[in-house]
């Protein structure tokens, strides 16, 4: 019994001394072989890496669930708006940066309504850097005003009257008074006849308001209190970012 497990012993080690042999016997050429052999694979591995990665960033757009764009119809009212560097803006198209959840309203009679829009969207961090989860800050505003489109067609008698503005939670103080006129927007690349109030509109100074030019109180030639009226009705810096 002993003789059997040295001599089980000695084929065993001989059987590793065999393999080892074979393993060093090829030099110079079995080196190079696998050194071919290593950067095709290398080569390989990094365009299927490459591939799974355009593929998985395509898979992330396709799977993303984007805020839908809002567009206006005829008679509602929405906020038109730019930031400073009429970059992030909303004039009532699809292809606008904040048409993402826009806040936009039917007017179905008196009463009060509110019109908004919102950078806080995925849709528009990814359009705007390409992350759903970018860093997007609007800066201030070079224009804003409330509209109704269509509005001198379909409710050519209504009154918009600015009660409140208010940025991120914070309501901005009034400084004048809003009122209403009659303007042709090109949206969606046609024109409409809106009815408008400016909230901040430098274009239209206080001494040159547009002829129809309204209130609830009437048109503001025949009013002795019309320079109480502006096309600028808060102070912009106020705005911030």
């Known amino acids: 019994m002993l003789k059997m497990k040295k001599l089980l012993a000695f084929l065993l080690a001989s059987g590793m001394m065999c393999t080892a042999f074979t393993a060093c016997g090829s030099d110079e ?22 591939e799974d990665a355009e593929e998985s960033s395509v898979r992330q757009v396709e799977m993303q669930e984007f805020e839908e764009a809002v567009v206006p119809e005829s008679g509602d009212a929405y906020l038109s708006i730019t930031d400073s560097r ?3 803006q909303y004039f009532g198209n699809d292809t ?24 806080n969207t995925d849709a528009i961090r990814y359009d705007t850097t390409g992350d759903a989860n970018g860093e997007l800050i609007a800066s ?6 409330v509209q109704i489109l269509d509005g001198a067609d379909v409710c050519p008698d209504a ?7 208010v940025v991120d939670g914070v309501e901005i103080a009034l400084t004048k008074k809003s009122y209403t006129s009659t303007e042709t927007a090109e949206v969606s690349g046609e024109d409409h006849n809106n009815i408008r109030s400016n909230i901040y509109n430098e274009w239209v100074s206080d001494d040159s308001l547009p002829d129809d030019a309204r209130s609830d109180e009437g048109t503001l030639t ?20």
């Open 29 to 50: 050429e079995s080196s190079e072989t696998a050194e071919e052999s290593s950067v095709e694979e290398s080569s390989e591995a990094e365009e299927e890496s490459s």
């Open 222 to 241: 025949d009013l002795e209190d019309f320079l109480e009226y502006s096309a600028m009705i808060i102070d912009p810096s106020e705005i911030g970012e």
């Open 159 to 165: 009154i918009i009257t600015i009660n409140s503005v």
């Open 86 to 88: 009429w970059w992030l």
């Open 96 to 119: 606008d940066y904040l048409t993402y959840d826009a806040g936009v309203v039917p007017i179905t009679g008196n009463g009060d309504y509110t019109v908004s829009v919102t950078c």
């Open 140 to 145: 201030g505003s070079a224009f804003m005003a």
